[in-house]
């Protein structure tokens, strides 16, 4: 099994780690069967890095996203996000990091049909602030950015049903952005997209992390869309398997 080093440090930049994940296992239990879905998984990513993590179905990617985003507990090993366990951390203070410090981005964007693009990205700062010690106003200047980064200045004021799915994606991203997350986790972001759509999604991925110094983790089974990222984790039954470098592009093939 192939595996990431655990030190402290990311591989790729040779920076403190923002993620170091130490032999991360996760088991669930149904009834008298145990289903093994994470078997010592082990990495680091560093601040500002594009890590893809690709697999088929199965493999334990998603199980893996929902424990480095505090939606579920591994079983056993140990999480560190930004210097802190958070494998160790009450169920509040996980929940204070996760508004915080992590973004989400969806495959079905998962945006609130009754409000506007502009009122989702919103939605999502209080929710931010939500028992903050100070309460942060919104980021009107990045707000404008990120509008004109993602192409959807335009298109603020409308609800998701009038939106493309690209543009639905789009403002999902602003939506996770909007608090200046650390980390940003991304789920299969590309997988109810066209080719056009998803290539431009990545690009602003990627664009956002490195302006914005965001450590970007995507989740995909598409190797075509891994290639954006700096490296590329592949998974399967529930281990590392390999790990390369992305090419830092989309590549189709011919």
Known sequence: MATLSSSPLGAATGTPAIITAQNLGKTYHSGKLDVTALRNVSFTAAPG????????????????????????????????????EFSKLSDLERTRMRRSRIGFVFQRFNLLPTLTALGNIEIAHDIANLGAKEKKPLDRPLLDHLADMMGIKGRLDHRPN???????????????LISRP??????????????????????????????????????????????IADRIIHMRDGEIKNIEKGTGRVIHEA
Request: hydrophobic share 40%; proline share 3%; aromatic share 4%.
């Open 162 to 176: 009038e939106l493309s799915g690209g543009e639905q994606q789009r403002v999902a991203i602003a939506r996770a």
């Open 182 to 227: 650390a980390i940003v986790l991304a789920d299969e972001p590309t997988g109810n997209l066209d080719t056009k759509n998803s290539d431009a999604v990545l690009d602003m991925l990627r664009r956002s992390g490195r302006e914005l110094n965001q450590t970007v983790l995507m989740i995909t089974h598409n190797p075509e869309a891994a290639q």
């Open 49 to 84: 890095e594009f890590v893809a993590i690709v697999g088929p179905s199965g493999s334990g990617k998603s199980t893996l996203f929902y424990v480095l985003g505090g939606l579920t507990q591994a079983t056993s090993g140990s999480l560190f996000i930004d210097g802190a």
